[in-house]
């Protein structure tokens, strides 16, 4: 599904700004038929974001089961002959859309998108109206899971990952033209021989039919590089402007799909970084060159519009991590804006691009004390059904994101069970999956501390080691000497088994700032600054780590928990993004000052 673009022959109106909203909690608005008029009792929402900390109120912020959104919108009266299509950059968990009195779209998974074409419905120069019924439930089927307890006081949701479950329409609603012959997808692989670069590409028709395409390649300056016509082939591009981390030059491919009598019916922009990604024996390899991942696991989140997307925010984030001296992070713990895919795309930035597929591990909740001991992969828990869920999560990943240079790792789930069989038996046919879509790329998962690599039996499956530890923080908390050893012992583990690249892609401690302590004093400023300094010597002593991903960029909500002040706090920055004082001290190390 090609992102949104105004191009010669399409254009995309935004259905962005305030919506009328309506929380259901009884569940009773599907039976009633609320998208039939006017949302009754409505309040105003604005999209995107999330609408949980929009209103000071916690049946709000804990509200459980169906929320209703609805806009009026007018087609643009010169679409007319053109298809019109309705899209939802995401919708969180879950969504069904109405235009006017008729189902438009259903959709499950909340951090990819969806679209639905609306040509019969949407008489150019006429006001439609748009109605989006979202759920945020989550179950033993979704990714993430969750199940919701009925209790005497209403419904409960319970999940194993860390973050809060922010639910609405995060992300923008789009209504968009295209020609009635148009490109369906496009899709390009690069690589380098010598300093040729080659673009293999292949466009799609969207009816499914055989199409003519012409394709052009232009540089950044706009002027033609390369061209060709068929469907598919391989453009060249002799002296090639690679795409390289710190450097996003981009090409823009443009794709026109001809139609029978070989006009142009329709026409896409496409950005085209030309790189390589390989993994050989311990070193990752970006156009040849080994790369050493700087930066954070991250998370979509911030005061009052929770995950919704921004672009202010986004712009902040990207300076903030240039500041810093990070070259990379990680899209925890799901797919995120991709708005910030092609923010990072045009700067350089390298990205690990994640599934939601987190909180597949049903040990840990008993392990920290909330919540009954279950067995993680069971037919009632983590079984077929949710990994036939994983799956498509897989696939809606990889197809939104594969023309992305900066992504150069699929992460397919954050800390799932990893040591029993069962797992391996889940994990295998993801793996697979991935492969298949996309062969240039490697693939992964993060892995958790109770896992380590003589126990997991997944690993073996990644191209790339990927974990996460806290030695010093959950495990010899305050006692830095301690975990120093453990974890050099661990990384040297990794490396000797495995004998493949290690990102070590979570290390960090709660910290508040303004709390200041001479000793080893978990939660001060000066224990995150020696504890991230440890874990850095370290890092330094063992060769097959190629990547120092701290966690996290910033602080961020999660549920009400006695470990969690107001959130998670190992952020270096703040939820409002101030430093503190350990940023500076990894500013120094990550920007070569010492
Ligand atoms: C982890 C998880 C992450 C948590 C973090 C923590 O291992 O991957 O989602 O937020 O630990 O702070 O406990």
Known sequence: MLPPRDTSTRERRSLNGLWAFRLDPEGTGRQ????????????????????????????????????WYQTMVRVPAGWSGQRIVLRFDAATHRAAVWVNDALVAEHEGGYTPFEADITALAAPGAEVRVTVVVNNELTWTSVPPGHVEETARGRRQHYFHDFFNYAGLHRSVWLCSTPATWIGGITVDTGLEGTTGTVGYAVRRGDGRDGCARVVLRDAEGIEVASADGAQGVLRVPDVHPWAPGDGY?????????DDGGQVADSYVLPVGVRTVEVRGTQFLINGEPFHFKGFGKHEDAPVRGKGHDDALMVHDFELMEWIGANSF???HYPYAEEVLEYADRHGVVVIDETAAVGMNLKLPAIAGHGPA???????????????????????LIERDRNHPSVVLWSIANEPESAVPAARDYFAPLFEEARRLDPTRPVGFANVMHDPARACLVSELADVVMINRYYGWYVHAGDLAAAETALEAELNDWADLHRKPVIVTEYGVDTLPGLHTVLDV????????????????VFDRVDAVVGEHIWNFADFATRPETGRVDGNRKGLFTRDRRPKSAAFSVRRRWRNDV
């Open 250 to 258: 981009l090409y823009a491919l443009e794709a026109r799909l001809l």
């Open 522 to 537: 978990p939660w001060s400023e000066e224990y995150q600054e020696r504890f991230l300094a440890m874990y850095h010597r």
């Open 374 to 396: 279950r067995t993680t992969y069971t037919s009632e828990t983590i079984g077929p059904d949710t990994r036939r869920t994983h799956l498509r999560a897989v696939r809606e």
């Open 330 to 332: 990680r899209t925890a």
């Open 32 to 67: 009633a038929g609320w998208w039939r008029s006017r949302l009754p009792q409505a309040r105003e929402m604005p999209v995107p974001a999330s609408y949980n900390d929009v209103v000071p109120d916690i049946t709000v912020r804990d509200h459980v089961g169906d929320a």
